[in-house]
């Protein structure tokens, strides 16, 4: 048996508890995301809806305004980013939070009408096995829509930039620990689709969408934020400087700004059981 941390550990250990002590900072991010992806779930007044990977619940009580008649169920890996969830959901009764991996979580069967994920399901070890056991917590004709990255682009803003300050840091790769490679897991729309096809999902779309991610308050702001997620690391002033400069040009009124692209991901089951799928 192998004694390499695994994606449980990671949002379980120091991953984990970074997100949670920074859930701010972290939906300040990503929050740019969030209509495209409430615009792609359509949720109505009565939905019930699965956050698959809802971290601190972000997007879990999004969900419960925009379905004010309905209930939101989150599920997550992690329970540093549970507790935070649940202590800023202010014991809302339409919202509840499950500790689970959703690839093998025992879902109830058709008991959601909308499945939704603000970047959650790109970790999974079988992604096929993991988006098969989400259909079956789908009604018949139930819909799902997910956020996740398209592929990284040394070209793009965000890129560039972040690579700029891993290379300044003396860092060759993207800075992510483990996890880098699993982010760009479901970057290819032939992926996409080959794994929901593969679980039972039809009509299947990938938009491509982008947004400004915000990463600080300012260039000093941001690069603090950068380092806190390498816990031990020691940087010297003149490469936290360069750093800053790095990211100066990219201040605005609203903090430090960087461009950056997801696809939408849209897709929904059969009315029926067994009806063939067929693309959008």
């Known amino acids: 048996m192998s004694d390499a941390p695994t994606t449980a550990d ?3 250990g120091p991953v984990g508890r970074h997100w949670a002590e920074h859930h701010d900072r972290y939906d300040a991010m990503l929050d740019g995301f969030n209509d495209a992806l409430f615009g792609a779930a359509a949720l109505g007044d009565r939905d019930r809806v699965l ?3 809802c971290g601190s619940g972000g997007t879990t009580r999004e969900a419960a305004r925009r379905a004010p008649r309905g209930s939101v169920v989150g599920v997550d890996v992690s329970e540093p980013l549970l507790a935070r969830a ?9 919202i509840r939070y499950e500790r689970g991996d959703a690839q093998v979580h025992p879902f109830r069967a058709a008991a959601y009408d909308v499945v939704i994920s603000r970047g959650g399901v790109m970790f999974f070890a079988d992604h096929t096995a993991a988006f098969r056991n989400i259909a ?3 009604r018949p004709g139930g819909r799902l829509a997910f956020v996740c990255p398209r592929p990284a682009s040394a070209d793009s803003q965000e890129g560039r930039v ?3 300050l891993a290379t300044l840091l003396g860092r060759g790769g993207p800075v992510g620990g483990g996890l880098a490679g699993a982010m760009a897991s479901l970057s290819e729309p032939g992926r996409v689709e080959e794994v929901l096809t593969g679980a039972g999902f039809h009509a299947i779309r990938a938009t491509p969408v982008t947004e400004d991610t915000r990463w600080g308050e300012d260039a000093a702001d941001a690069v603090d934020f950068f380092l806190s997620r390498m816990p031990g690391l020691t940087v010297a002033d003149g490469t936290r400087t360069a750093m800053c400069e790095a990211l100066r040009p990219y201040e605005t009124g609203r903090g430090v700004l960087l461009r950056a692209g997801v696809w939408v991901v849209t897709a929904s089951l059969p009315d029926r059981p067994g009806r063939r799928a067929r693309r959008a």
């Open 51 to 53: 956050d698959v990977g």
């Open 86 to 94: 649940r202590a800023l959901s202010d014991r809302d009764a339409r």
């Open 162 to 164: 972040l690579g700029r």
């Open 10 to 12: 990671a949002w379980n």
């Open 136 to 138: 079956g917590a789908l």
